[in-house]
């Protein structure tokens, strides 16, 4: 690459015309060097068509623009539940996210050496959470754990030191949330 540059530039001081110039420098990686596109006639044989009847194959194909409400069963094969809560039951409330999920996530940091289970989406009282779920976690682990916690209360965030995501999801779909 670098002998056809030198060569180039040589080209140009010496005064040959830049026609000669652009057949023997050679892009090795780039759209300029591909072939003009011709009319798409040459590539393929196609057909507008404004029919509904053909259309409704079509948007079969085309993806969702909305996520849709997902069933009420609840022995599905994913292990997925749906919220069963509702807000006023508990002082607290976890909302799902938009795809029906739960909020629940690890967040690794230092190189893979701190593990922080985060909860969000929470609203209501979440120091009540966050005593109910430090109060779970201690039945679970005994003593053998210090259950440190972070609430962050404007952002309605409740950080758990430790990977604790299995427990505090098993927890919400046990209470409903």
Not at 6 to 33: Q, V
Not at 162 to 170: Q, T
């Amino acid at each position: 690459m670098a002998v056809r540059i030198l060569f180039k530039n040589a080209m140009l001081r010496s005064g040959i015309s830049l026609r000669l110039n652009s057949l023997i420098y050679k892009r090795d990686s780039s759209y300029r060097s591909s072939p003009i596109a011709q009319d798409s006639s040459c590539y393929a044989k196609y057909e507008v068509s404004s029919s509904p009847e053909e259309w409704k194959f079509v948007e079969r194909l085309l993806p969702l623009t909305t996520i849709p409400t997902p069933s009420d069963r609840k022995d599905l094969p994913s292990g997925w539940q749906p919220q069963t809560a509702t807000f006023g039951k508990y002082p607290y409330f976890v909302h799902r996210t938009r795809n029906h999920m739960l909020p629940v996530y690890l967040k690794v940091s230092m190189r893979g050496t701190r593990r922080i289970t985060q909860i969000n989406n929470v609203d209501g009282n979440i120091w009540m959470l966050e005593e109910a779920i430090k109060k779970y976690l201690m039945r679970v682990y005994g003593d053998k754990k210090i259950i440190a916690t972070k609430v962050h209360e404007v952002c309605g965030h409740l950080c758990i030191h430790g990977d604790h995501v299995s427990r505090v999801k098993e927890w919400l779909l046990k209470k409903g949330l």
